[in-house]
């Protein structure tokens, strides 16, 4: 009798990976020796924490430094490293390591994992990615570490200064801080310029992507050579650092010397895309802020990152195609180049499919807990751009709102089209059209 073989598409396999990454995850995070106080956590607890940390969001119901033992912690940080490269890139990485010969089929489905628009030179890219991820978490540690040695000891400080690195370049958001206060996040450190720049630094390294680094590796500072998609990712980023930066300097940071509003105002234009520390308090915010910070969080990081979100590209395509429909130019362009109408396309499905997850979660969340809309859509824009702020509701929601926020933090980091895929069948060819005709829209 013949076993029946099944083969899953590259979609299909991303999103089994991460489910077996949370599952196991979740299982670990129950263990006595897993909290402090040696009860191990409640199942809805850890499928939370564990889904947070695989999708590298930050979001918590429990307070990561005071209520999860070390090895606990030492859980979390692993699943932040694997979701932050992608369960595929690190089996992948740990597979080529052990010397073993990746075949063309795992070739391919790094290629989807991350972005890459051939699946030709994969195996180059994956060891620049293992080489330049260690460099960068590495050096974020060695950094930090003289200011957390000097707060809690060598051995503490090194594990803290490790933790917060790796959490940092992978956009995870996770800290460990609740030793100054419980889900204090880095407001203890919201004047410190080592620490605002450091961690600043790791969280943009890590979210503008690793095709972007492998053009810097190979061009240095020819711009003109990279690919146009690193050209998009790296002007749309600096966009979208300097003016909410600036925004948030004259708008809500209005109190206080001018170097702690500068601080401030950098530190959240940085983190609020792709992190989710924060070094202020989002409560104060004024609606305006809030609604710009759901903006931001909806758009997240670039393609092929530690980050989720909509992605920056996606942005740069739907401002690229309606300046094209303002000039009634044809084709939308970006630096002399056509964009494919497939990508546009795509994008408008993906900002469509990001609107109605975080629209339906908020609306949902605020029915079932009478809590203000607006601090509900807070909270599903960060679950879904996998960002991880919160304006304090995160540990006071029931069980279903929970759901919600663990359904939207994976969809947001495995990708909404990814999901599509997944679900669909292969693309057939249809030689037939059905006949057109004009709708008016606008």
């Not at 002007?235 to 003016?243: D, G």
Request: proline residues 2%; aromatic residues 10%.
């Amino acid at each position: 009798m013949k076993l029946l073989k099944i083969k899953f598409s590259s979609s299909q396999i991303i999103i089994f990976s991460f489910i077996f990454l949370i599952m196991a995850g979740s299982l670990l995070l129950m263990l006595p020796f897993s909290t402090r106080d040696g009860k191990g956590a409640t199942f809805f607890n850890a499928l939370f924490t564990a889904t947070s940390a695989s999708c590298v969001t930050g979001l918590v119901v429990k307070d990561t430094g005071t209520y999860w033992s070390l090895f606990g912690q030492m859980i979390i940080l692993t699943m932040i490293q694997i979701g932050g490269l992608g369960v595929v890139t690190m089996a992948l990485a740990i597979s080529h390591a052990s010397g073993r010969r990746i075949g063309l089929r795992a070739r391919s489905v790094m290629q989807d994992a991350i972005s890459a628009p051939t699946v030709g030179g994969i195996i180059r890219m994956l060891k620049f990615i293992k080489r330049w991820t260690l460099v960068f978490e590495l050096g974020g540690m060695v950094l930090l570490s003289p200011v957390f040695i000097k707060k809690l000891g060598f051995f503490k400080g090194i594990w803290y200064s490790l933790f917060h690195s790796i959490s940092a370049f992978c956009n995870a958001g996770f800290d460990l801080m609740g030793i100054d206060g419980e889900f204090s996040s880095l407001t203890g450190f919201a004047t410190h310029p080592l620490v605002v720049l450091v961690v600043s630094a790791l969280i943009i390294i890590g979210g503008i992507g690793f095709l972007v680094w492998y053009d810097v590796k190979l061009h240095g500072l020819k711009l003109k050579k990279y690919r146009m998609q690193s050209k998009v990712v790296l002007y749309t980023s600096l966009v979208l650092l300097i003016i909410p930066a600036v925004t948030f300097f004259f708008m809500e940071f209005t109190d206080g010397p001018v170097s702690e509003r500068l601080s401030l105002a950098w530190f959240q234009s940085v983190t609020t895309r792709t992190a989710g520390f924060n070094t202020a308090d989002l409560t104060a915010l004024t609606e305006a802020g809030a609604a710009m910070m759901i903006v931001l969080m909806l758009v997240g990081g670039s393609p092929g990152s530690t980050a989720g979100g909509m992605k920056t590209t996606t942005f740069a395509v739907l401002i690229a195609n309606m300046k094209s429909v303002f000039l009634r130019r044809e084709d939308s362009q970006f630096f002399g180049r056509r964009i494919p109408k497939e990508s546009v396309r795509n994008a408008a499905t993906i900002l469509t499919l990001y609107f109605i997850l975080f629209l339906t979660g908020g609306a949902i969340i605020c029915r079932i807990e009478h809590i203000p809309l607006i601090t509900c859509l807070f909270e599903t824009a960060s679950a879904v751009g996998t960002v991880g702020l919160t304006m304090g509701i995160t540990t006071s929601l029931g069980t279903v709102s929970r759901l919600i926020l663990i359904l939207l933090m994976f969809l947001g980091r495995v990708g909404g089209l990814t999901i599509v895929f997944a679900a669909v069948s292969a693309r057939k060819d249809v030689f037939a059209k059905y006949p057109q005709d004009k709708i008016t829209v606008g």
